[in-house]
């Protein structure tokens, strides 16, 4: 599991947070309305898309009114799940019995670090961020009387 977020797994999540925002109204979208509302080249999307459905993470629907939407609801579905889907699983490598003692405490550590974000990643879901992106656009707003 990387700890860098990539552009493929950044594209994806603001995807599915398009998705997400549309869940409760049953909507349908479009590549071209993803893509647009969230600044993702078309062609990329369409693949990352691909990516999506064979994972079990969004369905579409062929015709003048299909479009892609939320296979579960933004709460069944966690970030650990879409990076893993997107980027591949885990691997959980131990050390081995005859590597330097340097090598085993640096293993370690990268093996606690990547439980850490297992974890992280687990307990957060596209409700979270939904309801972290309302919270900002809220305090972003300003009232005048």
Not at 24 to 53: C, F, H, K, M, S
Not at 58 to 71: D, E, P
Request: proline share 4%; with cysteine; charged share 20%.
């Amino acid at each position: 599991m990387p700890f860098e977020l990539s552009c493929k797994c950044e594209y994806v999540l603001l995807a599915l947070l398009e998705l997400a925002t549309h869940h409760p109204t049953g909507d349908r979208l479009q590549i071209r309305q993803i893509a647009t509302r969230q600044n993702i080249p078309e062609r990329y999307l369409e693949q990352l898309l691909l990516v999506l459905r064979k994972g079990g993470l969004v369905q579409s629907m062929r015709g003048m009114h299909g479009g892609y939407l939320l296979a579960r609801t933004p709460k069944e579905i966690t970030l650990l799940e879409i990076v893993e889907c997107v980027e591949g699983g885990t691997s959980d490598s131990s050390p081995c019995e005859t590597q330097p003692t340097d090598s085993v405490v640096v293993q370690e550590i990268w093996a606690e670090a990547q439980r850490a974000a297992h974890e992280v990643l687990s307990a957060c879901t596209l409700q979270t961020l939904l309801e972290r992106r309302d919270a900002k656009q809220q305090s972003g707003m300003m009232y005048y009387i």
